[in-house]
């Protein structure tokens, strides 16, 4: 897969759910997928998924730049839920769930997208692939790139008019209908994210039991 579209299957193999919400900062984008009272943790990617390997096991040799204690009292070694980092970069607020479906529900778009607009980007481990567009709480846009014609969103024109990526997926093969799609509807956007804004420590949460 190409790494010009942010996330990508070279950074995470086993598939991924990414929202991107405009003009929100990390902390609150996480307040809003997974509530108030949350005690997040800055950690790496690499960090982050030894945690996830290794759960209540890992030591201080693991992770030398990150306090245990804190960890533990953040929740992030629950021993279930999905594991969020968020970050941002020029206006737009992003959050990345390796793996798993938890940001891909409709209720948490609509959360995360009430006062502005948000993208929700899912490439699962099976190969099946989904792109969602919302604005003010409303779902606009919602369909596999291999179906584009098959919307399940209220307005499925508003994305296409903002980006054009119906066109993308079109006139390329329909191997890459999602990298086509995504592409598209980033650069018009412009939530473009460089792979190295996930690389340093991000904001880190676990919803124990999220799944």
């Not at 953040?74 to 607020?93: C, I, K």
């Not at 607009?117 to 692939?129: F, H, K, N, P, Y």
Request: net charge negative.
């Amino acid at each position: 897969m190409t790494t010009e579209i942010f996330p990508n299957r070279q950074l995470y193999q086993f598939g991924y759910c990414a929202v991107f919400v405009k003009g929100v900062a990390p902390a609150e984008l996480l307040a809003r997928v997974g509530g108030e009272g949350l005690h997040p943790v800055t950690l790496t990617r690499t960090e982050s998924a030894l945690i996830e390997a290794l759960g209540e096991d890992i030591d201080e040799d693991d992770v030398p730049e990150v306090d245990l204690d804190q960890l533990q009292d953040s929740g992030v070694l629950a021993e279930d839920g999905p594991l969020l980092r968020s970050g941002e970069h020029e206006g737009w607020a992003f959050v990345i769930e390796p793996e798993g479906s938890y940001l891909a529900a409709d209720d948490i778009l609509t959360s995360v997208s009430q006062g502005t607009v948000a993208l929700c980007l899912r490439d699962s481990e099976s190969g099946s692939s989904w792109i969602s567009y919302a604005q003010d709480g409303e779902i606009l846009s919602s369909f596999d790139p291999l179906f584009p014609d098959s919307d399940y969103g209220t307005r499925p024109e508003a994305l296409e008019q903002l980006t054009g990526h119906m066109a993308a997926i079109r006139s390329g093969d329909r191997a890459e209908a999602y990298e086509n799609a995504v592409r598209a509807i980033q650069q018009r956007l412009q939530c473009t994210v460089p792979t190295e804004a996930d690389e340093s420590r991000l904001l880190t949460i676990k919803i124990e039991d999220g799944y």
